[in-house]
């Protein structure tokens, strides 16, 4: 019979995939935690997985900028997280895009399976290109949040990582000393791209 508990308890079991990605100083973390919080309050099980290129804090924790912590596990590859996630029914992902391309496959095999799949990730590089596997993993979410930060050059909406310091690589650690948030107007006034 189709009873308003068995409405609910299939909720609570539906995979999905939900996507909040931006620039940095977004607040992505931030969010990524917040949703994260939300279903541990609900007795839920929960496992944030990040990349180990991302070595920036303290690695049994996610740590947004702010300084808000959950633990999270770190791995070196998207395969390791399938035999990690075994009766996990939420999944975080953080820094997403620098896991490799078989990050998307892991995701959907989750959320087929049941599992509420949330990633936050830098959705452009410093020179504003789509980001690793992100515009993968947001086609195909179930819903994305893309998040703004503040241009630090005039205060609107930002969307790009304006990097400070002369390094071409896609991949640099760092926080304020190296990047800042900028809106297009004032990322393309420095012509990085
Ligand atoms: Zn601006």
Do not use: W
């Amino acid at each position: 019979m189709y009873t308003e508990e068995v409405f609910k308890r299939r909720n609570e079991i539906g995979g999905s995939i939900e996507v909040v990605c931006g620039s940095m100083f977004s607040g992505k973390t931030e969010e990524l935690i917040r949703r994260v919080n939300r279903a541990r309050i609900a007795k839920v099980n929960v496992e944030i997985f990040s990349p180990v290129a991302d070595t920036r804090y303290d690695k049994s924790a996610l740590v947004s900028h702010n300084l808000n912590s959950i633990p999270s596990k770190t791995v070196a590859a998207s395969a390791e997280i399938l035999p990690l996630a075994g009766h996990i029914q939420v999944v975080g992902i953080d820094e997403a895009q620098f896991f490799d391309d078989g990050l998307p496959q892991v995701c959907q095999t989750l959320a087929n399976s049941g599992v509420r799949v949330i990633i936050a990730g830098l959705d452009m590089d410093f020179k504003g290109r789509p980001f690793g596997a992100m515009p993968q993993l947001m086609a195909i979410a179930d819903s994305v949040t893309k998040l703004h930060a503040v241009c630090v050059k005039c205060g609107q909406q930002a969307m790009y990582s304006y990097r400070l310091v002369p390094n071409e690589s896609q991949i640099l650690l760092g926080e304020k000393e190296s990047y800042e948030a900028r809106c297009r107007n004032c990322f393309n006034l420095d012509g990085q791209i």
